[in-house]
Every structure is written in structure tokens, then in C-alpha cells.
């Protein structure tokens, strides 16, 4: 392990490998970086600030192989929280108490291994400031198959979470113009005008002609790990299944997990239907023979939420497969799963699912910004501590908000492309009776959805929830009827307070039901 000591990322203090000094390295920061991952590809790098107390004995939990970029911020983040103006995803608002997932790099302390930022040298070599060139590093890398994080363990002192601004607005702009579309500049650019009481013409300018890193491929080196077929005796696996009308498409289901060659210890089957007269469609659960045990509960409350939190209490394996009751999936899924999950110490796992046709969007294994809550696998310790929020019952984004929830946690959640499921959508049926509000199909309806708003006041911190706002008003002009500028602006602010409204209702309802 290589030590890099610096003095406010600008002033090279000293350079020691495994507590023996070396010397003969260039001034310059950025120079000496690079120098390092040449002579040391093998070595983990890490930097910190001379006067950071840092936690040496966390190493091997916090990089277990190579793939692994992190730091944390002891008094400041490089690009600071106004990231968030343009860029709404999980990662720009890190909960700093755990480790989470998040290309904001700090140069207060971090680390990276020497091989791996090789792979960025021939892009940013050019690059002087050094908090600019670990930001860039981790933002392209996140997806190339690079793991960032924030992570406490590095240091013994704490920062609370609080607003930490980029301490220079033009860096922030040349930031986005490079690893962001163009056009983000300009919502930046609003942004700045109508809530920092600011007008920088010149950063917008400059980063408008600054190269562009967006999108950018980089092959990272894999890690060598043992390479084996072999799961854990201890590494049992639940499967959980809400359904309604589709008990043929459920059968095929069942089939696929019956011919697993990891089979799962239980599958948990929610069977929902509203008609409080009706009975069980799914009489093959006793009369066919099935290698686990199936729990089966028939209900006529029906919700996904609901569903998924009735069959979580039944979960003890190590391991839950949530799964929609219309995919197919090949007998090697659940071990080739399983055994990723384990080489790289990952804690949840989206699996590609496509439909019928369908090709593959995104190439290569990365952090995902989403929770799909019918092709995940995720660790019980961590899928038994949160729940499906009632509030978004018969709605959509529960997935996301059981996500964030689990983000918080400290559980990553990584998305896998060569494991594929595939998903029949089927037309009718499925988990979600969905019932209309009649005063949300009115004439005013809400925008964004009820629910989506609920996402946001819960999850985006004030200046993500602007940059959203901002957003979508730009964004939908082109899509309605509208065309005065004035007239649609407020038009959109009063379904922006209707869709506010609406969210608080569903909350409040939310917490009656579960009190």
C-alpha cells in the first residue's frame, strides 16, 4: 500500500509504501499520482491530507479487490452539492454515516488501485488540479464497472451531512460541460440566475467549448478472484412472488426455479384478488411435487407493497430473490447470481431483463440508480431491516423508494448484464390493481405523478429537488399544447402544488394505515 500525503490537494508532502519513505518523485501532484500507478500497478494508492487521521486497519473491508474507488470527505467534497441542479440520481447526495455508493470523490482521504486508474491516464492525463482528476476518474468510471464510494471507515473524524457548495463555480461548470450533455450547462446556468442570485456567463462560455468526456469507454482490469462454481453449503436463497390473475405464467416461474441447479430453500407466493367471494387459482401448488417449500398466502387486499411485505416476514435465508410472476430465466441464473455476488462482496443485484426482442442497453456490470423489485437478489440482512412503503400502493416508484432505503443502509446495489432474465410483460393481470383517483384525473391533473413527488420530498435534498423542477418544466413545454411561455409556466407551477398536495395526502394516508 502506497500513501500519498498532500497539503489542500496541492503541495506533495510525502510518499511511503507499506511505512518506508520514498523520494525522487516529481513536485507536482497529479505527476506523482501517475508515477506511482506506473511503478506500483499492483499497489493500492491512497491519498489523504497531511493532517487526516487515517484508518489503515479498514483497508482490506473497505478495497476487497480492484474494482473499488473511494474516499471520504473529513471537511469538503470537490464538486460540491449544486451538482445536484443537474444530476437527480442517488449517487450526487451520499448519506455520509455509511458506505455509499457515489462517483463525489473527496481528496481528504481516498484510495484506488494503481492498475486501475491506469486505464484513465490516456484521457486525463492533461488534467493539473488533483480533487478534478480523482472526480473525473470516478464519474466515467462508475460506468465502466467501477465501484465508488463514500466511506466512513477511512477516518476516524466524522462530517455530519450538511450543504458542502464547490468552492469554485467556474470548476463546477467545466465539470458538467465535460461529463454531462451540453445542455445541462444551461439548466446550471438557470439555476444559478434564479436561486444562487448569481450570473456566471463566463463559466458557462468556457465549459461550452471545454472536450467532452460524455460517454466515455474504459476497459478496467477484473479482478482475480478464485474462480469457482461452488456455493456455499451457508448461502440459501428465498424467492418471493407476488401475483394476481396469472397462475399459468406463475407455473412456468415455479418450473424455472424447480430446475435451478442452486434451488431455493422457500418460495413465498402472495396470491391477490379483490374479490372477497373468490378463491385460490393455484390449486398445482399441492398437486405438483416441488423440490422447496412453498408458503402461500391468498389475500384479497391487493398492492404490491402490501405483498412484498407479507412475504418478507417469512424470508430466513442468507438471500431473497424478488421476482415477477411473469419472467423466464435459464437453470444457471440463481448460481451465476449468487457466485457474482459473492466474488465481489455485493450486497444487491439487479439482473438484465429483457423482453421479447429486446437487446441489451447497458454492456457492462455498475452501480444502477434504480431497484427493480421483480429481478433483484439482495441480502436479507439488509432486505428484512426496510419495507415497501404503503404510501405508493397501486402507484409506481415504490421499487426506487425501497431502494434509496436500502442505499441508506449502506447496501450498493449493482446492475449485472450477463445475467438475463426475461420478461413475458404480460398484458393482463400481475401484481398491481391499479385504482383511479377520480380528483387526480380531473382537468388539473398533477405533474410529476403523486407519487414520483413523494419520491423526490423524501430522497433529493433541496437543491436535487430545484434541478428536477427546472427539468421538467423545460422538458415537457415541447410535449403540450401550450405554447405562451407565461401562461404555461403557471399553469405548471399550480399541477406542480397540486402534485405536492397530493403526495403529502398519500403520506399522511401512509402513516394511518401503518399505525
Not at 501517475?34 to 489523504?48: G, T
Not at 403523486?450 to 436535487?464: A, D, G, K, S
Not at 410535449?479 to 399522511?508: C, D, G, H, T
Request: a positive charge; one cysteine or more; aromatic letters at 12%.
Amino acid at each position: 500500500m502506497i500513501i500519498i500525503s498532500h497539503h489542500r490537494a496541492e503541495e506533495l508532502v510525502s510518499v511511503s509504501r507499506n511505512a518506508e519513505e520514498l523520494s525522487n518523485f516529481a513536485v507536482d501532484l497529479t505527476q506523482v499520482f501517475w508515477q506511482l500507478c506506473h511503478k506500483f500497478p499492483e499497489d493500492l494508492i491512497i491519498w489523504k491530507e497531511d493532517s487526516v487521521q487515517f484508518e489503515e486497519h479498514n483497508i482490506s473491508h473497505i478495497f476487497p479487490h480492484s474494482l473499488i474507488m473511494a474516499s471520504h470527505p473529513v471537511a469538503n467534497y470537490f464538486i460540491g452539492d449544486e451538482i445536484g441542479y443537474v444530476d437527480q440520481l442517488p449517487f450526487v447526495n451520499p448519506k455520509l454515516e455509511v458506505r455509499y455508493p457515489t462517483w463525489r470523490m473527496s481528496t481528504d482521504v481516498g484510495g484506488i488501485y494503481g492498475k486501475t486508474a491506469q486505464q484513465f491516464e490516456d484521457t486525463f492525463k492533461h488534467i493539473k488540479s488533483f480533487g478534478y482528476l480523482l472526480n473525473s476518474m470516478a464519474k466515467t468510471g462508475q460506468q465502466n464497472s467501477l465501484f465508488c464510494y463514500s466511506d466512513p471507515a477511512l477516518v476516524q473524524s466524522k462530517l455530519e451531512n450538511k450543504k458542502l457548495p464547490t468552492r469554485n463555480t467556474s470548476v463546477l461548470f467545466s465539470f458538467v460541460g465535460q461529463h454531462y450533455k451540453k445542455v445541462r450547462l444551461l439548466i446550471l446556468f438557470f439555476c444559478f440566475l434564479k436561486y444562487e442570485r448569481k450570473f456566471p456567463l463566463i463559466s458557462l462560455l468556457k465549459a461550452l467549448f471545454k472536450t467532452s468526456y460524455f460517454p466515455l469507454n474504459v476497459d478496467l482490469p477484473q479482478p482475480e478472484l478464485p474462480e469457482s462454481n461452488n456455493i456455499p453449503d451457508s448461502e440459501k436463497i428465498d424467492v418471493i412472488i407476488p401475483t394476481l390473475g396469472r397462475p399459468q405464467h406463475l407455473k412456468n416461474v415455479l418450473f424455472d426455479l424447480r430446475n435451478q441447479q442452486m434451488k431455493p430453500e422457500k418460495v413465498i407466493i402472495v396470491e391477490q384478488n379483490p374479490n372477497s367471494n373468490s378463491s385460490s387459482d393455484l390449486n398445482y401448488l399441492k398437486t405438483e411435487e416441488w423440490p422447496f417449500q412453498i408458503i402461500h398466502h391468498f389475500i384479497n387486499q391487493t398492492g404490491a407493497c402490501n405483498a412484498r411485505n407479507l412475504a418478507l416476514k417469512e424470508v430466513k435465508s442468507d438471500l431473497v430473490f424478488f421476482a415477477d410472476d411473469d419472467i423466464r430465466f435459464e437453470a444457471d441464473m440463481l448460481s451465476k447470481a449468487v457466485t457474482e455476488m459473492r466474488k465481489l462482496n455485493i450486497d444487491a443485484l439487479n439482473l438484465n431483463t429483457l423482453q421479447l426482442g429486446e437487446k441489451t442497453e447497458f454492456s457492462k456490470m455498475k452501480q444502477w440508480g434504480v431497484f427493480a423489485s421483480g429481478a433483484s437478489i439482495v441480502r436479507s440482512k439488509f432486505a428484512k431491516k426496510v419495507s415497501f412503503s404503503l404510501a405508493f400502493e397501486h402507484g409506481f416508484g415504490e421499487d426506487n423508494d425501497y431502494g434509496m432505503k436500502l442505499r441508506k443502509l449502506g447496501c450498493d446495489i449493482i446492475y449485472h448484464s450477463q445475467i438475463i432474465l426475461q420478461h413475458l410483460k404480460v398484458a393482463s393481470g400481475g401484481f398491481r390493481y391499479v385504482m383511479q383517483d377520480e380528483k387526480i384525473v380531473s382537468s388539473q391533473k398533477p405533474k410529476p405523478s403523486p407519487t414520483f413527488m413523494l419520491l423526490v420530498n423524501r430522497h433529493y435534498n433541496n437543491i436535487m429537488r430545484r434541478g428536477y423542477k427546472v427539468n421538467l418544466f423545460l422538458k415537457f413545454y415541447s410535449r403540450q399544447s401550450v405554447r405562451n411561455p407565461i401562461r404555461y409556466f403557471s399553469v405548471m407551477e399550480r399541477r406542480w402544488e397540486i402534485s405536492e398536495q397530493k403526495a403529502m395526502e398519500l403520506q399522511q394516508q401512509s402513516n394511518s394505515t401503518s399505525r
